[in-house]
């Protein structure tokens, strides 16, 4: 979500097509409002607006805008409404200074206040002005331009990129906290951004900064100084030899694989901005006060509701009904009514499914959140507010890092309605990264093993029924081979008659499940299944079942999170041993609009 661009050369030439170009190159990232600023001679032109590239750019003729440094940023509302004065790139008070970021500063609300009281000029909500006014502060009390910018970096928290220049100069500087930046050494002309594939038309000679770095960028060279101690950074570029298609998958094979590793990261952020947003105390406290609770989606955003229902049980003792969008008509819409509250799940915004639910809830009154991935998206528009999930595009059609971010979502809302300290799932990240690292290699060998098998089953229990459906959706969707995903308890109810010799049956155990599910694993071990147990280490576990996939150790919400990452990696590489292109598979589109 968001993204930056920044270009300096030697002289003032027309740089508003380079800026169209490099915005255009970002907008897969997702957005709602586009900027673009020159600088040239001691003036700053300034142009931005809500809206697409092209529209914005023929309304405000950013092909004319000249300059010898230019920026344009792409943005995502997060703080702040999208809008002209939201947009990015922002002023400081005298206008002499322009910048621009992207990512979230999570203590935007108390650094503008501060501000304010100092006598600066704020005129928006959005975090990016807040960076530029950061730095001011420290120009403003006689610092010079590096060393402002390096107590500005301890004062702004959160994960963000961001690029500032001034006026009466001839460089531009940048600096990044969590959040990816590159910087790219052309001919005559040196530029940076937020991603490679934004840069990689125009230079394939890059470096990447660190945390802690200020990159300064002149029109022949770059500079780096550590934020600590102001110190030069000796930095060799490097050359980028993939294809752009290999650059815009990140080194992966395909969108899944990356989109899965993106997970800890997007994760993160998610909760960065769930912690600096003070309309999730409006959403929290609706739900406090309704009387029925319903969480509406459709296919994987139905089972990250259903997740979130648990979570609300198990936490905060909150009953909230878990529905599929089109029963949601059939069951629960001519009953609900003013004091009902609807949290209605899409990754897309889009699914007719869902917004035919909200239709439904609507006509009865009934109080309608969102929680969407795309802004701008239909549903994010027809509910009065839309919690982002803040994932950036997701390219292909499996949902995954839109599912965990749901799920982390409803945990951080279950929290809240606890009044646990949500300080607590700032571990979920990193844990997050170390289940994708201990559990690759055996999930790939697993999946190799029963690869031949056309049916299976994916069983779970409490928090991990949820996600053992979203494993078998995973594994249908993109394997094309039958997995059903099931409750347990309920396997011996029927299902059963189904195990054969070597029959593959996955089990997912949340820490406190465990002697139930053992039970299970028996009930199927003895009649000749094999055995796969995603799970905390436990010795049970081990001597009961065949293959034990162990998570790391957190408690029983974290856990079930955790516990989707091997089954993604499952399907993903059952799908690629098969031959399928799992981010394409066949049938199916991402974004679903019709009834
Ligand atoms: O955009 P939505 O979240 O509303 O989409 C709902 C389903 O179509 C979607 O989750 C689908 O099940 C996924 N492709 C599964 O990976």
Redesign the pocket.
Known sequence: MCGIFGYVTNKEEALGPILISAAERLTYRGYDSVGAATLNNGKIDLRKDVGKVDSVAAKYNIAEMRGQRGITQLRWATFGEPSQINSQPHLDSDGDLVGAHNGNVVNNVELRQEFMAEGMTVRSQNDGETCVHAVERYINRGYEFIDAIRLAYGDLQGDYAFVIGRANDDKLYAFKKGSGMVVGLGEGFTCLSSDLPSILPLTRNVIRPQDGEIVTLWADRVEIRSVKDGKLIERQPELVTETMDAVQKGGFAHFMLKEIHEQPQVARELLHLLDGSPEVEHVIEKMKSADHLYLI?????YHAASVGSVFFAQLAGRAAIPVLAPQFIAQYAPAVGHDDVGIFV???G??KD?LNALEAAEKRSMSCFGLANVVGSTLTKATSFCLPLCCGYEIS???TKTFTNQVVTFLYLAYRLAGKDTSELLRIPELMEQTIEMVGPQIEAIAKDINKWNDMYCLGYGATYPIALEGA??LK?ITYAHCEGMLSTEFKHGPLSAVSKGFPIVFVAGPNDVPLIISGINEVKVRGARTITIAEEDARLRSNGDDLVVIPRSDPQISALLGVLPLQLLSYHMSVMRGFDPDFPRN?S???TVD
């Open positions: 989606g459709c296919g994987t955003s899409s990754q897309s889009e699914t869902v059609v499996p949902a959706l995973k969707e199916l991402k974004t679903l």
